[in-house]
T-cell receptor, first 114, second 114 residues
Framework: AQSVTQPDIHITVSEGASLELRCNYS??????LFWYVQSPGQGLQLLLK??????LVQGIKGFEAEFKRSQSSFNLRKPSVHWSDAAEYFC????????????FGGGTRVLVKP | NAGVTQTPKFQVLKTGQSMTLQCAQD?????MYWYRQDPGMGLRLIYY???????DKGEVPNGYNVSRLNKREFSLRLESAAPSQTSVYFC?????????????FGPGTRLLVL
C-alpha cells in the first residue's frame, strides 16, 4: 500500500528565512505528487503538483518543489518566508490509474517568528 | 462562485445518534470526495464518487454511508455515531476522476461525539 511520510511535525522559521519541508513516499511506481496548504480553520488549497517532466515545479505563493526519484522524495521549498505562510502543509500522492484517490502525509505545521 | 460548501460547520452528537453532513459544489465537477482529518494522520479518504450515480469506498469507510444526490451534492451519513468518529470532515470535488485533476476542498465540518 502507498504511504506518505512527512518527518517534521512542526517547524519554526524566522520571517525572511528559507523553508524546506520534507516529503517521502512509498509507492509501486512514480505517482502523481501534490502539496496542499491549510490555513487555520480553512480547507486545503493546492500549492503545486508534479506529473512528469521537469523535476522542479513552481507553485503559487512563491513555493517550489523538487521530485527526486532515487530518494522517493518531493520536498517543498520557499526562499523567503512571510508571516502569512504560517499554516499546515500536506504532501499527497495519487495513483496514475484507478481514479483521483489521494493519500496524504501527516502534515507539517509551520510557525513563523517575526 | 462559492466553490465547495459544507453544512454544518460544527456539530456535537451523543454516542448512537445519527446525522448527515451536507456538501455541495457549484463548479460543475463530476467527482466528489469525503475525507476525515485527525491530528498527525493527515486526511484519509472515506468515500468518493467518480461521477453522478457512482460511489466507492476509500480507506476508512466503516461506520459511514454516502449519497450522491445529484451532480452538485454529496452527503455523508453517520448512522450511529461513535467517539472514534470525532474528527474534522472535509468534502472535496474535482473536474473529473483523473489523477491529475486538482481537488478543491470545502471549509470542513468539526464533529464531536460524546
Amino acid at each position: 500500500a502507498q504511504s506518505v511520510t512527512q518527518p517534521d511535525i512542526h517547524i519554526t522559521v524566522s520571517e525572511g528565512a528559507s523553508l524546506e519541508l520534507r516529503c517521502n513516499y512509498s509507492y509501486g511506481a512514480t505517482p502523481y505528487l501534490f502539496w496542499y496548504v491549510q490555513s487555520p480553520g480553512q480547507g486545503l488549497q493546492l500549492l503545486l503538483k508534479y506529473f512528469s517532466g521537469d523535476t522542479l515545479v513552481q507553485g503559487i505563493k512563491g513555493f517550489e518543489a523538487e521530485f527526486k526519484r532515487s530518494q522517493s522524495s518531493f520536498n517543498l521549498r520557499k526562499p523567503s518566508v512571510h508571516w502569512s505562510d504560517a499554516a499546515e502543509y500536506f504532501c499527497a500522492v495519487g495513483p496514475k490509474a484507478a481514479g483521483n484517490k489521494l493519500t496524504f502525509g501527516g502534515g507539517t505545521r509551520v510557525l513563523v517568528k517575526p | 462562485n462559492a466553490g465547495v460548501t459544507q453544512t454544518p460547520k460544527f456539530q456535537v452528537l451523543k454516542t448512537g445518534q445519527s446525522m448527515t453532513l451536507q456538501c455541495a459544489q457549484d463548479m460543475n465537477h463530476n467527482s466528489m470526495y469525503w475525507y476525515r482529518q485527525d491530528p498527525g494522520m493527515g486526511l484519509r479518504l472515506i468515500y468518493y464518487s467518480a461521477s453522478e450515480g457512482t460511489t466507492d469506498k476509500g480507506e476508512v469507510p466503516n461506520g459511514y454511508n454516502v449519497s450522491r444526490l445529484n451532480k452538485r451534492e454529496f452527503s455523508l451519513r453517520l448512522e450511529s455515531a461513535a467517539p472514534s468518529q470525532t474528527s474534522v470532515y472535509f468534502c472535496a470535488s474535482s473536474r473529473t476522476g483523473n489523477g491529475q485533476e486538482t481537488q478543491y476542498f470545502g471549509p470542513g465540518t468539526r464533529l464531536l461525539v460524546l
